[in-house]
Each structure stands twice: as C-alpha cells, then as structure tokens.
C-alpha cells in the first residue's frame, strides 16, 4: 500500500502531513518508532516498570532485575538488561542517572527534563543521524534560568566521564529543551475505570512530530506500552474517518472535551501560537454571547461548548445535545457524539478499527477508544445519537 502522508510545508503552520489519497476511516495512517524515550521521573522512581521497554514490571512472566551500578533501576528480565547496556542504560546513561539521584532540590519536573537531557545526550554519542533529526524538529523557546539550571546538571554529570562529545553547550542544551516542549509524546497504559492515566515514559518521534494540531482533528494516535513484542513503544495513527487526498491530517495535542480557553491557552503558552480552526473560531462567537452567564454568574473568559451547565468547563457527549440551531455547532456536537468516548472521565478519541480488522471480525462501525481501549459497536453510537436527538436519515 503507497504511503499514506508526505510532507508539506503550509504558511502559518510550517511543516505538515497531507493525505497523499483518499484514506479510509480507522485507516491506519502512520507507525512511527522513537528516536528516543525517557522515563518520566515519578514513574522512574516508582520502580514499577521496566527501565528499558517501560512495560508494567508486575506483567505475567517478567521478573524483576535490578542495574548492578545504580540503585532503583530495574529491567523485567534479562534480555532486557542486555539490550539496555548497549542502549537505554548504557554506562553513560547510567552515571548520568545516578548523578540525578545525589542532585538535591530539583522538582519532579525538573528530574524529568533532566532524564531527557541525560537520554538526548547519549543519542549524540550513539547514534548522531538520530539526534540530528531530534534538533530538526520544531522548538519553543524554554525559559533562560531552567536552561542553565539544566546545562549545569548535565555537565557535572556528564562531566566525569571520558570526553566530552562537542554537542554539549548551553545552546545545545536549549536547544534540546526546546524541541522536548514541543514534541514529546507522552506513553501510557490504557486507563483503567476510576484510574487517572497516567503518563510513564515520553517519546521523541520524527515523522510522528510532523502532526500540527487542530481542534477537531482528523486523526489520532494509539500506544500499546504493555503488549509483547518489538515496538511496544512505537506510536500509530488511525484516521477518524475519511480524508480527501491532498488534506491535511492532524491529532489533537490533548484531549478533545478540553475548554476553549484551556486549548488555546495551553497551545499559546507551549505551542507558540494561537489556534484558527474552524472549531475555535465558532467558540470564540460563543465567548461574547456567553459572557457573564456561568454557573457562578461571573465569566471565567473560559467556553463551555454548547453546554449551559458543564461543570469543568470540558465537553461531555450529554452537553452535545444542548447546542443551539446553528449548522457549525450541529455540527460539532455531532463531532463529540461520534468521537469522544462516552466513558465518564475518559477523555479520550473514539476511532474506527482498521478497516482489515473491522471486515475479520464482522464489527462494521464499530469504534475503539484510544485512552481507555472501550469499543463501542455501530448499534451503540445510533442509540447515544437517538437519545441526543441527532439520528441521522
Ligand atoms: C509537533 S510540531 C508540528 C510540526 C511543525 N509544524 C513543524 O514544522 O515541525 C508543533 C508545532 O507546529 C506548529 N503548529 C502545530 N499546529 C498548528 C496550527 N494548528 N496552527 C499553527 N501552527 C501549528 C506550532 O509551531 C507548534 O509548536
């Protein structure tokens, strides 16, 4: 099959993925490999996955071995400790890390970045083509003090070993703070009922990086951290439904039920720019007709999507029936009765299963979650657009 996506440079939006042909609902679009993951520090010094392959230590089958040179490091057997002393958890990585256990005073988001810099670093020495691609993607700026904070740490833990690779200055370090900002992807297991998700790893991804954002996006991403097999960390890309050739495809860059303010605050402030789509200009109407008209009586500044009465100020599939007659907002709400998963809390982008698998198993139209794994059969999304008032002729 041709590739899905090439490249393409749009004006405002620098580099971007275009359908190259028709692409089908639920196709799968991109299976991208990561330049590089590191560990989220709080998940890292948990202990409760595996330092290499980031899978759940207490899966069935692994056991637990610890690094033999630094504390609190474990791999889920041995074939993964091998493959991590010529990778992940090299010599280098490994001063690097136990460097990071003396270091006093820095805040858990500060011994994440770090374990980034520790992995990015690395990469140079081991593999120069892929931190080259690393520093072609897209940054934004990170303030001058937690650089230097950050440059200091890297070299004294770096610092101790044979010699400095020529990659190691503050404009490098910036640099790479730079890119993480903007394109860490974060790994997840698929959230359990009443358990928040929470990120263990972050993933580094050239073509995957390529996605820009859009509020109603076309496309979304699925990790399977905890499955067997090779690529467990790689991240894949399914259509929402069908797209023209020549279109562009984007993810959303959080979840979709997120509030008007709260999206384009969030993409301002680590993005770098203000969002334009056709979603957040219908919200931004909204905003001057809704003004002074919350719960509380006062206005936030904050647009709860068609809703009179969302609590948090994020969209649930219930508040879709509450839009008013206008064709945009219609819709939308359709958007969110289809795509947003209709597990309470989840969050999440329903997408339909690979057309291959959906023709095997018979599951014509049905749908899969891609935070929580919830599929939802055809028979289910007609009943959810019956009781909001929306079935379709
Ligand atoms: C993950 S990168 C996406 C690829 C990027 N366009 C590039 O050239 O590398 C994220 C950056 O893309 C740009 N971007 C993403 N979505 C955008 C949008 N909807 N409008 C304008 N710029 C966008 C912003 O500069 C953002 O910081």
Redesign the pocket.
């Known amino acids: 099959m041709a590739m899905a996506l090439r490249q393409e ?2 004006a ?5 993925l275009v359908a190259t042909r028709g692409l089908r609902a639920g196709e799968v679009l991109l299976r991208d490999s990561p330049l590089l993951v590191y560990e989220e520090a709080e998940a890292a010094e948990s202990g409760a996955f595996c330092s290499h392959c980031e899978r759940l230590l207490s899966l069935p089958g692994r056991e637990a071995v610890p690094c033999s040179a630094c504390e609190g490091v474990t791999f889920c057997g041995e074939s993964c400790l091998e493959s991590a002393r010529s990778g992940s958890h090299n010599a280098r990585v490994c001063k690097g890390i136990t460097a990071l256990k003396k270091r006093k005073g820095f805040s858990l988001e500060r011994r994440t970045l770090a374990r980034f810099l520790i992995a990015a670093y690395d990469l140079a020495f081991r593999d120069t083509k892929a931190f080259v691609k690393l520093l ?5 700026e990170q303030e001058e003090e937690v650089v230097k904070e950050l440059h200091e740490f890297v070299v004294e833990a770096f610092g101790e070993l044979e010699a400095l690779p020529s990659e190691i200055s503050l404009e490098t370090t910036g640099g790479l703070l730079a890119r993480d900002a ?2 860490a992807f974060g790994l997840m297991a698929p959230s359990k009922a009443g358990e928040e998700r929470k990120v263990r790893a972050y993933a580094m991804f050239a073509q995957a ?6 509020c109603l996006p076309n496309a979304c991403r699925f990790e399977y951290v905890d499955r067997d097999g090779e690529g467990n960390t790689d991240v894949i890309v399914r259509a929402l439904h069908e797209i023209e050739e020549g279109s562009e495809v ?1 993810l959303s ?1 959080f979840p979709i039920d997120w509030a008007y303010g709260d999206r384009q605050t969030r ?1 301002h402030e ?8 056709a979603r957040c200009k219908v919200e931004s109407e909204w905003k001057d007709e809704d003004e002074g008209e919350d719960d509380e009586g006062e206005s936030d500044g904050e647009l709860e999507v068609g809703a009179s009465d969302v609590g948090a100020g994020k969209v649930t599939s219930e508040d879709a029936g509450s839009v008013d007659d206008d064709e945009d907002d219609f819709g939308h709400a359709i958007f969110f009765v289809k795509y947003l998963c209709p597990v309470e809390e989840c969050g999440g982008t329903m997408a339909p299963l690979p057309p291959g698998e959906l023709d095997a198993q018979g599951l014509e139209g049905s749908m899969e979650c891609n935070y929580c794994g919830h599929v939802r059969s055809d028979e289910e999304f007609h009943r959810d657009l019956e009781e909001h008032g929306m079935v379709d002729d």
């Open positions: 440079e749009i405002g939006r620098g580099r971007a072609e993607l897209e940054g934004q903007c394109n990086s390529m996605f820009n954002h859009d984007c860059y993409l680590e993005y770098g720019f203000w969002c334009k789509c």
